[in-house]
């Protein structure tokens, strides 16, 4: 079937040791997503790629990067990991449909720093 | 894109009908609704979304109100599985990537 795939599934990160979260797709969907979740939060978009054009939301710190090798692939990166950085991460895909963008998730990384 | 309000949290029986409502009283013409819903500890599902005519699929309805500022998703028979946070979220078309998520309204499915 296809889907959104992220590796690995739960995280530990010392703080302050850079850490690469994965994301996979075999959807083709053109637009990638990452979304920070905190417990008991709603979901918080980061970034998203569509294609190879990077989009950085406003108020995502640069303690975050992201790379897209190519359709399939994309990659969070968390250069300098503090304890607030101690959340869920969420991978997104999306394609338009008849009116609109639906975003498939994959099941999320999560992220616990020491 | 227009804001959303949910209630924080319904009961609902097992096999019973379970009707969310939303309110959305700024959206604008070129804004859709969707509905996304996330069980424990897992990603958000994509589950409906409509413009103006009331939707249909295999896990939902969407019935949204002939001046749009309101809608409800409704779950034709509820099973324990559907037990999760449910986000109601208003979203204008093409172009606009960012899903703002809300609070949600936690729904309970009771044997």
Known sequence: ?114 | DAKTTQPPSMDCAEGRAANLPCNHSTISGNEYVYWYRQIHSQGPQYIIHGLKNNETNEMASLIITEDRKSSTLILPHATLRDTAVYYCIVKSGAGSYQLTFGKGTKLSVIP
């Open chain 1, 1 to 114: 079937d296809a889907m959104v795939i992220q590796n690995p599934r739960y995280q530990v990160t010392q703080f302050g040791k850079p850490v690469t979260l994965s994301c996979s797709q075999t959807l083709n969907h053109n637009v990638m997503y990452w979304y920070q979740q905190k417990s008991s939060q709603a979901p918080k978009l980061l970034f998203h790629y569509y294609d190879k054009d990077f989009n950085n939301e406003a108020d995502t710190p640069d303690n975050f990067q992201s790379r897209r090798p190519n359709t399939s692939f994309c990659f969070l990166d968390i250069r300098s990991p503090g304890l607030g950085d101690a959340a869920m991460y969420l991978c997104a895909t999306s394609v338009r449909t008849s009116g609109g963008e639906t975003q498939y998730f994959g099941p999320g990384t999560r992220l616990l720093v020491l």
